[in-house]
Nanobody
């Protein structure tokens, strides 16, 4: 299972960016998909998470500004980021958890995978 993130870039404060992350490979299903970020000199933190039934969770710092969504048919998760602030700067990583294929296409072993980071830089 591989996750490929894209969409980062340089934006002025108050601007918007949309990140995408596509999961590929052989797997039965993906349950939870999430976005994390890591600012320079800081630990990686959860930004937003979405379950396979659409339950969303957000870090307090991004509530009402960021929106996570997923297209299960495309195995893709998105992060729409509006009203960006300089403190949103960092490497953004997608994360996906689910099940590999078992016997008879039943759910097999569980997995958790990370995509590579995509850099978001917000200038003041």
């Amino acid at each position: 299972v591989q996750l490929q993130a894209s969409g980062g870039g340089l934006v002025q404060a108050g601007g918007s960016l949309r990140l995408s992350c596509v999961a590929s490979g052989s797997f039965h299903s993906i349950t939870t998909m999430a976005w994390y970020r890591q600012a320079p000199g800081k630990q990686r933190e959860l930004v937003a998470r979405i379950s396979n039934v659409g339950v969303e969770n957000y870090a307090d710092s991004v509530k009402d500004r960021f929106t996570i969504s997923r297209d299960s048919a495309k195995n893709t998760v998105y992060l729409q980021m509006n009203s960006l602030k300089p403190e949103d700067t960092g490497d953004y990583y997608c994360n996906g958890g689910g099940f590999l294929v078992g016997k008879g296409w039943s759910p097999g072993r569980s997995f958790i995978e990370w995509g590579q980071g995509t850099l978001v830089t917000v200038s003041s």
